[in-house]
Protein backbone atom coordinates (compact mmCIF):
# COMPACT_ATOMS: atom_id res chain seq x y z
CA UNK A 1 0.00 0.00 0.00
CA UNK A 2 1.48 3.53 -0.86
CA UNK A 3 1.98 6.14 1.60
CA UNK A 4 -0.53 8.11 0.36
CA UNK A 5 -3.54 5.10 0.53
CA UNK A 6 -2.51 4.19 4.15
CA UNK A 7 -2.80 8.08 5.02
CA UNK A 8 -5.96 8.24 3.18
CA UNK A 9 -7.68 6.09 6.30
CA UNK A 10 -5.55 7.99 9.29
CA UNK A 11 -7.78 10.80 11.39
CA UNK A 12 -5.31 13.40 10.88
CA UNK A 13 -7.09 16.52 8.54
CA UNK A 14 -10.19 14.98 9.71
CA UNK A 15 -13.09 15.88 12.33
CA UNK A 16 -13.03 13.48 15.09
CA UNK A 17 -15.32 13.59 17.86
CA UNK A 18 -13.04 13.08 20.82
CA UNK A 19 -14.10 9.49 22.82
CA UNK A 20 -15.77 9.17 26.15
CA UNK A 21 -14.54 5.81 26.92
CA UNK A 22 -11.02 3.66 26.54
CA UNK A 23 -10.61 3.34 23.42
CA UNK A 24 -7.17 1.51 21.79
CA UNK A 25 -8.44 0.87 18.36
CA UNK A 26 -8.13 4.65 18.16
CA UNK A 27 -4.54 4.38 17.36
CA UNK A 28 -3.26 4.64 13.78
CA UNK A 29 -0.14 2.65 13.31
CA UNK A 30 1.75 3.76 10.02
CA UNK A 31 4.60 0.99 8.85
CA UNK A 32 7.80 2.79 8.85
CA UNK A 33 8.98 1.28 5.52
CA UNK A 34 6.73 3.62 3.86
CA UNK A 35 9.02 6.72 4.57
CA UNK A 36 12.25 4.70 4.72
CA UNK A 37 12.01 3.73 0.74
CA UNK A 38 12.32 7.30 -0.39
CA UNK A 39 15.56 7.86 1.63
CA UNK A 40 18.46 8.40 0.32
CA UNK A 41 20.52 5.13 0.96
CA UNK A 42 18.66 2.28 0.41
CA UNK A 43 18.55 0.00 2.49
CA UNK A 44 18.56 2.62 5.18
CA UNK A 45 22.27 2.50 7.17
CA UNK A 46 22.38 0.76 10.13
CA UNK A 47 21.44 3.20 13.23
CA UNK A 48 20.58 2.93 17.04
CA UNK A 49 17.91 5.39 18.13
CA UNK A 50 14.25 6.15 19.30
CA UNK A 51 11.14 8.85 19.14
CA UNK A 52 10.81 10.76 22.19
CA UNK A 53 7.08 11.31 22.56
CA UNK A 54 6.08 14.14 25.90
CA UNK A 55 2.53 13.98 26.33
CA UNK A 56 1.06 17.24 28.24
CA UNK A 57 -2.34 16.49 28.45
CA UNK A 58 -2.89 13.30 30.02
CA UNK A 59 -5.72 12.78 32.74
CA UNK A 60 -8.01 10.23 34.19
CA UNK A 61 -9.86 9.67 37.40
CA UNK A 62 -9.00 7.88 40.73
CA UNK A 63 -11.52 5.92 42.41
CA UNK A 64 -13.10 8.47 43.48
CA UNK A 65 -13.65 10.20 40.16
CA UNK A 66 -11.06 13.51 40.96
CA UNK A 67 -9.37 14.13 38.27
CA UNK A 68 -5.37 12.99 38.13
CA UNK A 69 -2.92 15.16 35.92
CA UNK A 70 0.34 14.00 34.39
CA UNK A 71 3.32 14.75 31.80
CA UNK A 72 4.36 10.85 30.27
CA UNK A 73 7.32 10.76 28.00
CA UNK A 74 7.08 7.78 26.27
CA UNK A 75 10.70 6.25 24.37
CA UNK A 76 9.57 4.04 20.97
CA UNK A 77 12.53 2.54 19.64
CA UNK A 78 13.56 3.41 16.26
CA UNK A 79 13.81 -0.35 15.17
CA UNK A 80 9.73 -0.70 15.66
CA UNK A 81 8.11 -1.46 12.57
CA UNK A 82 5.65 1.37 13.19
CA UNK A 83 5.08 5.05 13.80
CA UNK A 84 2.04 6.21 15.30
CA UNK A 85 -0.18 8.99 13.76
CA UNK A 86 0.12 11.58 16.10
CA UNK A 87 -3.92 12.49 16.13
CA UNK A 88 -4.96 9.21 16.98
CA UNK A 89 -2.09 9.16 19.65
CA UNK A 90 -4.00 12.63 20.78
CA UNK A 91 -7.26 10.93 20.35
CA UNK A 92 -6.34 7.47 22.13
CA UNK A 93 -5.09 9.58 25.88
CA UNK A 94 -8.11 11.52 25.79
CA UNK A 95 -9.86 7.93 26.05
CA UNK A 96 -8.67 8.15 29.55
CA UNK A 97 -10.76 11.18 30.82
CA UNK A 98 -13.17 9.97 32.52
CA UNK A 99 -12.22 6.31 33.03
CA UNK A 100 -11.23 5.24 36.77
CA UNK A 101 -8.42 3.82 37.91
CA UNK A 102 -4.68 3.46 39.22
CA UNK A 103 -1.45 4.60 37.87
CA UNK A 104 -0.39 1.35 37.99
CA UNK A 105 -3.62 0.20 35.64
CA UNK A 106 -3.31 3.13 33.25
CA UNK A 107 0.43 2.55 33.05
CA UNK A 108 -0.18 -1.18 31.83
CA UNK A 109 -2.69 -0.66 29.62
CA UNK A 110 -0.77 2.30 27.85
CA UNK A 111 2.34 0.42 27.63
CA UNK A 112 0.58 -2.97 25.96
CA UNK A 113 -1.74 -1.00 23.68
CA UNK A 114 1.38 1.63 22.13
CA UNK A 115 3.86 -1.03 22.13
CA UNK A 116 1.49 -3.50 20.71
CA UNK A 117 0.54 -0.45 17.80
CA UNK A 118 3.98 0.20 17.29
CA UNK A 119 5.56 -3.03 17.50
CA UNK A 120 8.19 -3.07 19.49
CA UNK A 121 8.12 -2.58 23.45
CA UNK A 122 8.10 1.11 24.33
CA UNK A 123 8.81 2.85 27.85
CA UNK A 124 6.81 5.24 29.93
CA UNK A 125 7.82 7.94 32.49
CA UNK A 126 5.85 10.11 34.04
CA UNK A 127 6.96 13.78 35.19
CA UNK A 128 3.99 15.24 37.47
CA UNK A 129 2.67 18.13 36.61
CA UNK A 130 3.36 21.36 38.79
CA UNK A 131 1.97 24.73 38.55
CA UNK A 132 5.28 27.59 38.58
CA UNK A 133 2.91 28.73 42.46
CA UNK A 134 3.58 25.33 43.44
CA UNK A 135 6.63 23.69 42.32
CA UNK A 136 7.60 20.34 43.29
CA UNK A 137 10.97 19.00 43.73
CA UNK A 138 10.43 15.41 42.59
CA UNK A 139 11.84 16.74 38.60
CA UNK A 140 15.31 16.36 37.76
CA UNK A 141 16.86 19.54 36.41
CA UNK A 142 17.68 19.91 33.19
CA UNK A 143 20.88 19.89 31.37
CA UNK A 144 22.06 22.55 28.80
CA UNK A 145 23.83 21.68 25.41
CA UNK A 146 26.86 21.74 24.73
CA UNK A 147 26.90 23.04 21.15
CA UNK A 148 28.02 25.64 18.11
CA UNK A 149 24.93 27.78 16.79
CA UNK A 150 24.85 27.96 13.14
CA UNK A 151 21.43 30.12 12.79
CA UNK A 152 23.37 33.38 12.84
CA UNK A 153 25.63 32.99 10.00
CA UNK A 154 24.79 35.21 7.36
CA UNK A 155 23.73 32.92 4.39
CA UNK A 156 21.78 33.22 1.53
CA UNK A 157 19.15 30.76 0.79
CA UNK A 158 17.11 29.75 -2.36
CA UNK A 159 16.52 26.16 -2.03
CA UNK A 160 13.07 24.96 0.05
CA UNK A 161 12.93 21.14 -1.02
CA UNK A 162 15.70 18.84 0.56
CA UNK A 163 18.92 18.94 -1.54
CA UNK A 164 21.77 16.85 -0.33
CA UNK A 165 24.06 18.20 -2.64
CA UNK A 166 24.42 21.37 -0.67
CA UNK A 167 26.03 19.67 1.84
CA UNK A 168 30.01 19.69 2.16
CA UNK A 169 32.69 18.77 4.40
CA UNK A 170 36.50 19.45 4.23
CA UNK A 171 38.16 15.64 4.40
CA UNK A 172 41.27 17.28 5.12
CA UNK A 173 40.46 18.68 8.38
CA UNK A 174 39.06 16.25 10.87
CA UNK A 175 36.45 17.35 14.37
CA UNK A 176 34.30 16.25 16.89
CA UNK A 177 31.75 18.80 17.03
CA UNK A 178 27.85 19.44 17.97
CA UNK A 179 26.46 21.91 15.81
CA UNK A 180 22.34 23.19 16.17
CA UNK A 181 19.90 25.16 14.41
CA UNK A 182 16.58 26.43 15.36
CA UNK A 183 15.56 26.75 11.76
CA UNK A 184 14.01 23.62 11.06
CA UNK A 185 10.65 23.67 9.43
CA UNK A 186 8.77 21.06 7.41
CA UNK A 187 5.45 20.40 6.82
CA UNK A 188 2.80 17.78 7.89
CA UNK A 189 2.38 14.93 4.73
CA UNK A 190 -1.26 15.39 5.72
CA UNK A 191 -2.90 18.61 6.42
CA UNK A 192 0.62 20.78 5.11
CA UNK A 193 0.72 22.53 8.85
CA UNK A 194 4.30 23.74 9.70
CA UNK A 195 6.10 21.59 11.72
CA UNK A 196 9.22 23.80 13.80
CA UNK A 197 11.91 22.39 15.22
CA UNK A 198 15.53 22.38 16.84
CA UNK A 199 18.15 20.14 15.16
CA UNK A 200 20.65 18.98 16.82
CA UNK A 201 23.82 17.20 14.66
CA UNK A 202 26.76 16.25 16.61
CA UNK A 203 29.33 14.59 14.50
CA UNK A 204 33.14 13.23 14.65
CA UNK A 205 34.94 13.49 10.88
CA UNK A 206 35.64 15.88 7.72
CA UNK A 207 34.85 19.28 8.95
CA UNK A 208 30.96 19.71 7.40
CA UNK A 209 31.12 23.10 6.47
CA UNK A 210 28.28 25.33 8.39
CA UNK A 211 27.18 27.39 6.37
CA UNK A 212 26.25 24.84 3.77
CA UNK A 213 24.43 22.94 6.89
CA UNK A 214 22.62 25.79 7.52
CA UNK A 215 21.08 26.10 3.86
CA UNK A 216 20.47 22.25 3.81
CA UNK A 217 18.42 22.24 7.20
CA UNK A 218 16.63 25.55 5.57
CA UNK A 219 15.77 23.47 2.43
CA UNK A 220 13.18 21.50 4.08
CA UNK A 221 11.20 24.67 4.78
CA UNK A 222 9.08 23.34 1.40
CA UNK A 223 8.86 19.48 2.47
CA UNK A 224 6.14 17.46 3.45
CA UNK A 225 7.59 15.20 5.85
CA UNK A 226 6.60 13.13 9.54
CA UNK A 227 9.05 14.08 12.27
CA UNK A 228 11.09 11.03 12.26
CA UNK A 229 11.07 10.48 8.48
CA UNK A 230 12.64 14.21 8.24
CA UNK A 231 15.37 12.91 11.12
CA UNK A 232 16.20 9.69 9.19
CA UNK A 233 16.35 11.92 5.77
CA UNK A 234 18.90 14.27 7.90
CA UNK A 235 21.06 11.41 8.73
CA UNK A 236 21.35 9.38 5.21
CA UNK A 237 22.22 12.82 3.63
CA UNK A 238 25.09 13.84 6.07
CA UNK A 239 26.09 10.11 6.09
CA UNK A 240 26.38 9.93 2.11
CA UNK A 241 27.33 13.42 1.28
CA UNK A 242 29.80 14.34 4.55
CA UNK A 243 31.42 10.54 5.09
CA UNK A 244 31.57 11.57 8.85
CA UNK A 245 33.08 8.28 10.99
CA UNK A 246 30.19 8.29 13.31
CA UNK A 247 26.72 10.56 13.80
CA UNK A 248 23.90 11.47 15.95
CA UNK A 249 21.01 13.94 14.32
CA UNK A 250 18.22 14.59 16.63
CA UNK A 251 15.64 17.07 16.54
CA UNK A 252 13.01 18.58 19.39
CA UNK A 253 9.73 19.51 17.48
CA UNK A 254 7.60 21.99 19.35
CA UNK A 255 4.31 21.27 20.75
CA UNK A 256 1.18 20.16 18.66
CA UNK A 257 -1.76 19.16 20.05
CA UNK A 258 -0.61 18.88 23.08
CA UNK A 259 2.14 16.34 21.96
CA UNK A 260 5.59 16.62 21.01
CA UNK A 261 8.35 14.72 19.29
CA UNK A 262 11.44 13.90 19.15
CA UNK A 263 13.27 11.64 17.09
CA UNK A 264 17.13 10.72 17.43
CA UNK A 265 19.38 8.49 15.28
CA UNK A 266 22.73 7.65 15.81
CA UNK A 267 25.45 4.86 14.21
CA UNK A 268 26.36 2.18 16.33
CA UNK A 269 30.22 3.77 17.06
CA UNK A 270 28.64 7.06 17.98
CA UNK A 271 29.71 8.38 21.62
CA UNK A 272 28.43 11.88 23.06
CA UNK A 273 30.68 14.45 24.62
CA UNK A 274 30.38 13.80 28.24
CA UNK A 275 28.80 17.45 29.16
CA UNK A 276 25.99 16.23 26.30
CA UNK A 277 25.57 12.73 27.76
CA UNK A 278 21.71 13.50 28.97
CA UNK A 279 20.55 15.65 26.35
CA UNK A 280 18.91 13.72 24.04
CA UNK A 281 16.61 12.40 26.56
CA UNK A 282 15.91 14.96 29.24
CA UNK A 283 16.65 18.19 27.56
CA UNK A 284 13.50 20.24 26.88
CA UNK A 285 13.68 23.32 24.17
CA UNK A 286 12.94 27.08 25.26
CA UNK A 287 9.82 26.81 22.65
CA UNK A 288 8.85 22.99 23.72
Not at 66 to 82: D, G, M, V
Not at 87 to 104: P, V
Not at 128 to 156: F, G, H, M, R
Not at 171 to 190: A, D, H, Q, Y
Amino acid sequence: MKFEQQLGHAPLGKSSEYPEKYDPSLLFPIARQIGRDYLSIQPHPTWVGEDIWRAFEVSWLNQKGKPQIAILTFTIPASSSHIIESKSFKLYLNSFNQEKMEWAELHHRLETDLSHAAGAQISIQREEAATPLAPTTSSPSLPTLNAISIDNLDVECSVYEPTASILKADSSRIVKETLISELLKSNCPVTSQPDWGTVVISYEGPAIDHAALLQYIVSFRGHNGFHEQCVEQIYCDILQQCKPHSLEVHARYTRRGGLDINPRRASPNFTPDSANADYSQRIRTPRQ
